[in-house]
């Protein structure tokens, strides 16, 4: 491919969202004033309502980060033995189970969402099997009408990882409000942000009490301690950030569909390049832009693309490369083998850029790489 320069400055796969630095000022003179840091302050109790509203749940808790979120969750629901899982995530998935003495089971994925194949659950459960936590990845709803059934069935918990789903709905009903928790991650990299942060949501009010108490060391009250808890509380300059994030947003996701729409126009007749449709019946957040790549019909493998891309100052992200099956820590579980789905989809998945300050020009540029990089 000749005549095409690198990007001027490194494109990466995501820039955070950055709310308006004079209002950020207001909000930390605001904190300032009150000498009030953490600890369920203003800000936090503002964004906790905010948030349960935004995504139209029962109720919120928030967190310092998602996965201390998802470690709570677990305790809240006082999982116990094996939980089913999915391979194709980052790697606070299955590390959350591991923290809590329970043993991750991998499930193989979906084809096309890249999802926990619903239909490869069941045989996976045995006696100690305690709950599933699936995945929303990439914000692509589970099929979460046939995990229900199955857990009803067997009597198991469901705690979804929604990590990059934030505000997602299928047919109108809101993400956060399936299964007996989810979990949101509040990352910097996230479509809203605390720069560090996280939530729970849940239908079931008995777990309120609960999950506050095991977010701060498991106290009731200044000298009562229900039980070991740990320190997981989102501090107020956070949830500062998260209130302001609320401003850009829907902004934010009207720019990152129209980037998504037009990846997908250019990418369209590449042989060899796959780009998941929007699903029906979903309200997506355009979260990320995975593509796979085959390489018999492409004529580069992944890897090979991913490095080439570099050169060009593009920095692309294999999301998610290798599966948490495949880490020494669990290759050795027994469920780690023969799933077949995913080992494929991880050696072929490439999230590119995307995120709503991305220039059209840069998207078509990028693409026009893509399809010409072979040559
Ligand atoms: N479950 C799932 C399914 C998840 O994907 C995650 C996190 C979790 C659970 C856990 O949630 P948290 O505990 O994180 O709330 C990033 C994020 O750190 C991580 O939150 C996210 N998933 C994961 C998919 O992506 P890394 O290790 O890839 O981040 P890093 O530092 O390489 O940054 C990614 C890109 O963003 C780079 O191109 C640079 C750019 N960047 C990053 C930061 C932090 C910036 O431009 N500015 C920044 O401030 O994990």
Redesign the pocket.
Known sequence: MKNIKAFKNPI?????ILPDLTLVTKKLEEIWASGWLTNKGKQHEELEKRVTEYLKVVNTSLFC??????QIACQALDLKGEVITTPF??P??TH?LHWNNLTPVFCDIEENTYNIDPNKIETLITSKTTAIMP?H?FGNPCDVEKIQKIADKYNLKIIY?A??AFGVEINGKPIGNFGDIS?F??????IFHT????ALTFGNNKLKNKIEQLKNFGLIDDVHVEGPGTNAKLNEVSAAVGILMFDSLEEEKKRRKALTNLYRKNLKNIPGIKVIPDLEKVKHNYYAMPILINKSKYGLNRNVLFEKLKKYNI?A?R??YPLCSQYPCYAKLPSAKNLFIAEQITEEILCLPLYGSLKKDEVEKICYIVKNITK
């Open positions: 990466n796969v995501v820039k955070p980060n998602g996965t201390l979120a998802l995530t980052f606070a998935t959350v995945v990845v990882d990590a990059h979990m991650s509040f990352h910097a990299t996230k720069i560090e942060g996280g920095f992200r999301y998610f």
